[in-house]
Every structure is written in structure tokens, then in C-alpha cells.
T-cell receptor, first 117, second 118 residues
């Protein structure tokens, strides 16, 4: 199984709503990532978890709150978002310490298309 | 900080032609990983090919090959016998090796939108 599964695929939320994005992988990867991608732009890193601990936070506003409840799951909790937060949110996973070159790959999910109204 | 530059925002070729996408990067590291990822309209990022910097031999995967020039910090992607299914956004990406401080992040270039015409 080389899949990273993200739910939901599409989400429309109001600026006062609270919602969560979910990401799941069963490849035994201990690094999981959240990226934000605007149209026609590259993915921008938001958060990295290594062994279920937050290791990188790229100065993301507190209205985005990540959570890694176990080694297979990654959540992104959303609260009081702004219209400019509308984007594709991508989850990825990888080995923390690649033991050979073909273990360096990051696997990506299909993303959640988020629209804030 | 590492930077990745893709100087071709868009390219378009006819089916069966060969096309080369350019990528340059800046780093002070001596060992690192380089990747080409493809993102079709389905949105999922898919690994096309990878290269480890200490390996001088250029990586190949079927119709995809790279020209890795370490001294010039250049990592171009060649697609031979292009197919309609190759139409996608292509991102060049850089990753430092593991340093003992947890997972490393991918640094992406701005992307090249490639269209294969019938």
C-alpha cells in the first residue's frame, strides 16, 4: 500500500466555522507533512511531524492547528479562516531516515480543495 | 537556505517529441537529493525521478532521464517520446540529507507547466 489518503476531497467553510482535514498512511512512515498550494504555485510547507512530534512549523498562523494522534494519522484543524486561506492542502509522508536511496521519496495525497467563504 | 529555480513557466511540444525542462538550485551542502515531481490535473504529486548528489551517474526511468551537473548546480529533466499523459505541472525539488534533527523538508521550484499536443 503506497497510498496517502486525504479526506474530504473538497470542503467549503465559512469564516466562523471549525473543520478538520484528515490524512492517513499505512506505509510505516514516521514523517508526515502538511503543505498549502495556491493555484499555479508550488506547494508551501506548513508543518512537519517526525515520530508524532511537531518538528517544523513554518510560522503558520494559529488558526491552523496540526495534530498527529498516531503514526498513521495526521489532522489539520481549521478555525476562523480567511478567504485567502482558500487553497489545495496536501498531506505527504516519508521515511524520517532513509536507509537507501529509494526510501527518500515523499508520497503525497490527492489533497483537499478548501474554499473559505 | 536552499533555493530551487525553474526558469520555464510553460512549455508545449507535439506528441512523440523530446522535451527538456530546466532546473537550477543553490546549496552549500555536498550531499543532497534532487527530485522531479509531476502534478497532473488530478492534483496528486507523483515522483518522476530522483538523483542522489554523490552519484555521478545520471538517473533514468524509462522515457525520463536527468542531466545532473553538480558543479553547475543544474538538474534538467528530459522526456523522450512524449505522450499526452505527460501533460502536467512539473516541479523540481531539493532535499537535504538527514541531520539527526528529524525529517527534512522538500524545497520546490516554481514549476513548469508542460502541455503535450496531439
Amino acid at each position: 500500500d503506497t497510498e496517502v489518503t486525504q479526506t474530504p476531497k473538497h470542503l467549503v467553510m465559512g469564516m466562523t466555522n471549525k473543520k478538520s482535514l484528515k490524512c492517513e498512511q499505512h506505509m510505516g512512515h514516521r514523517a508526515m507533512y502538511w503543505y498549502k498550494q495556491k493555484a499555479k504555485k508550488p506547494p508551501e510547507l506548513m508543518f512537519v511531524y517526525s515520530y508524532e512530534k511537531l518538528s517544523i512549523n513554518e510560522s503558520v498562523p494559529s488558526r491552523f492547528s496540526p495534530e498527529c494522534p498516531n503514526s498513521s494519522l495526521l489532522n489539520l484543524h481549521l478555525h476562523a479562516l480567511q478567504p485567502e486561506d482558500s487553497a489545495l492542502y496536501l498531506c505527504a509522508s516519508s521515511q524520517v531516515v532513509p536507509d537507501r536511496q529509494d526510501n527518500t521519496e515523499a508520497f503525497f495525497g490527492q489533497g483537499t480543495r478548501l474554499t473559505v467563504v | 537556505a536552499q533555493t530551487v529555480t525553474q526558469s520555464q513557466p510553460e512549455m508545449s511540444v507535439q506528441e512523440a517529441e523530446t522535451v527538456t525542462l530546466s532546473c537550477t538550485y543553490d546549496t552549500s551542502e555536498s550531499n543532497y537529493y534532487l527530485f522531479w515531481y509531476k502534478q497532473p490535473p488530478s492534483r496528486q504529486m507523483i515522483l518522476v525521478i530522483r538523483q542522489e548528489a554523490y552519484k555521478q551517474q545520471n538517473a533514468t526511468e524509462n522515457r525520463f532521464s536527468v542531466n545532473f551537473q553538480k558543479a553547475a548546480k543544474s538538474f534538467s529533466l528530459k522526456i523522450s517520446d512524449s505522450q499526452l499523459g505527460d501533460t502536467a505541472m512539473y516541479f523540481c525539488a531539493f532535499m537535504k540529507p538527514w541531520s539527526g534533527m528529524g525529517a527534512q523538508k522538500l524545497v520546490f521550484g516554481q514549476g513548469t507547466r508542460l502541455t503535450i499536443n496531439p
